[in-house]
């Protein structure tokens, strides 16, 4: 892989951060330049699956970069040309609703309408429960929308969480070199 700088924005599907932490582990390894992201709520809040300041730490020591978690923060991102490519994962049914819409109320979507203003790449991995409800047409919209590239996904828990989708976190670099490439990585829907 040739020396690129990723942005990796991370929001508040708070079950599958630590497996975003772990693949963003992966990618470092690589010869990347990788610049965090985080919404406001997954900065500043405490659940069950961990403590904000523990993530904020791990991921600060992995990229060697302070995080981007405001939208004055995330704004640069596109007048200076900050990155060649963005991935958002996990990227919630509620950024992705807000992505669609071009609604730009927190870091993680000023970084996606930022950089999309330079017409480069934004690679989304979603991680929703409503997915294949109220999420399905925004993710319709958005797999046809020139610059949008998606993680492969599955159902997670079709039995317990009939709507609910989430990628492979597994695909996550493949999907960004396509991404850089101008392709969608195939197939996006896997079993």
């Given at each position: 892989m040739?020396?690129?700088?990723?942005?990796?924005?991370?929001?508040?599907?708070?079950?599958?951060?630590?497996?975003?932490?772990?693949?963003?582990?992966?990618?470092?390894?690589?010869?990347?330049?990788i610049?965090?992201?985080?919404?406001?709520?997954?900065?500043?809040?405490?659940?069950?699956?961990?403590?904000?300041?523990?993530f904020?730490?791990?991921?600060?020591?992995?990229?060697?970069?302070?995080?981007?978690?405001?939208?004055?923060?995330?704004?640069?991102?596109?007048p200076?040309?900050?990155?060649?490519?963005?991935?958002?994962?996990?990227?919630?049914?509620?950024?992705?609703?807000?992505?669609?819409?071009?609604?730009t109320d927190?870091?993680?979507?000023?970084?996606?309408?930022?950089?999309?203003?330079?017409?480069?790449?934004?690679?989304?991995?979603?991680?929703?429960?409503?997915?294949?409800?109220?999420?399905?047409?925004?993710?319709?919209?958005?797999?046809?929308?020139?610059?949008?590239?998606?993680?492969?996904?599955?159902?997670?828990?079709?039995?317990?969480k009939?709507?609910?989708?989430?990628?492979?976190?597994?695909?996550?670099?493949?999907?960004?070199?396509?991404?850089?490439?101008?392709?969608?990585?195939?197939?996006?829907?896997t079993?």
């Open positions: 040739e020396r690129i700088t990723l942005g990796y924005g991370m929001c508040g599907s708070f079950c599958t951060l630590k497996q975003s932490v772990e693949a963003l582990k992966k990618l470092a390894k690589n010869d990347i330049k610049i965090p992201i985080m919404s406001e709520i997954v900065y500043g809040t405490d659940t069950r699956f961990g403590k904000a300041r523990d904020i730490d791990e991921i600060e020591e992995i990229c060697n970069q302070k995080i981007i978690h405001t939208i004055s923060g995330a704004e640069p991102i596109g200076k040309g900050l990155l060649d490519v963005l991935a958002v994962v996990p990227c919630t049914g509620n950024t992705l609703a807000k992505t669609a819409l071009g609604i927190t870091s993680v979507t000023m970084a996606i309408k930022a950089h999309l203003r330079g017409a480069k790449p934004v690679v989304l991995g979603i991680s929703t429960n409503d997915a294949l409800g109220g999420s399905a047409k925004n993710i319709g919209l958005l797999q046809n929308t020139k610059n949008i590239y998606f993680v492969p996904y599955a159902q997670d828990n079709a039995e317990k009939p709507n609910s989708l989430v990628c492979d976190f597994g695909k996550i670099e493949d999907t960004v070199l396509s991404a850089l490439e101008g392709k969608q990585i195939q197939p996006v829907f079993a």
